[in-house]
């Protein structure tokens, strides 16, 4: 029985996930949850048995559940080793997974779309100051990602020399979503290098919004 992956086309974190399982070869189903139609698929029972907080992704291997974006790459790092998304030494290792964190825990959580909705439904902001506080928060994190791969003479192709990592995995979606909200990437010029390299691969093409089988909407532009 092959693995499955519950999925929305637009969420980054399983946007991660479905990059994750391309690189690895894994061949896998897609059970989409909309996260938008009826207040959110993913509210209601029985997505909410499988994976009570409410929120995508969610790995099914073996009928164990995991969650949460991170949690699924690492197993699957652990699991299926090659081809690695972490470099060998316990150095570089650490740099990697800390540009993963720098947008998982840093970037991402404060502009989510939970985060988005509680701000205009229940505190009353505006969608002109929604807009504000995104860009804020996404600029912010994005300029400093940029200040270490313009810098780190690890970089290459990808985040970590020229084969793909666990780094280029969580940047690409963030990045989509950057471009979504039409941010000027005249200022982020490695991000961009990098990112347009990475959808030059059929794990991250395939991965990407526009070929999914829920897909709304193509993939945003720079």
């Not at 996930?17 to 894994?26: C, D, Q, W, Y």
């Not at 073996?62 to 690492?74: F, G, K, M, W």
Request: glycine fraction near 4%; aromatic fraction near 10%; charged fraction near 20%.
């Amino acid at each position: 029985m092959k693995p499955t992956l519950y999925s929305f086309w637009r969420s980054s974190a399983a946007f991660r996930v479905r990059i994750a399982l391309n690189l690895k070869g894994i061949d896998y189903d897609i059970i989409p949850i909309h996260l938008r139609k009826g207040g959110g698929e993913q509210l209601k029972e029985p997505y909410q048995a499988l994976n009570p907080n409410g929120l995508v992704p969610l790995y099914m291997e073996s009928d164990v559940p995991l969650h949460q974006s991170t949690a699924i790459i690492e197993y699957l790092e652990e699991k299926y080793p090659s081809p690695p998304l972490l470099p060998n030494s316990p150095e570089d290792r650490a740099w990697v997974r800390a540009l993963a964190h720098d947008i998982a825990a840093d970037i991402h959580p404060i502009n989510n779309l939970r985060v988005l909705r509680y701000l205009v439904s229940t505190l009353g902001v505006s969608d002109e100051n929604k807009t504000i506080w995104y860009n804020h928060w996404v600029k912010k994190g994005l300029t400093s990602l940029e200040k270490r791969l313009a810098s780190d003479q690890r970089v290459g192709q990808f985040c970590y020399g020229n084969t793909p990592s666990m780094a280029d995995v969580f940047l690409v979606p963030q990045v989509f979503n950057a471009y979504d909200a039409k941010i000027d990437f005249s200022e982020y010029p490695t991000i961009h290098r990098i990112v347009t390299h990475c959808l030059t691969l059929p794990a991250f093409i395939n991965a990407s919004w526009e070929k999914q089988v829920d897909a709304e909407g193509e993939n945003p532009k720079p």
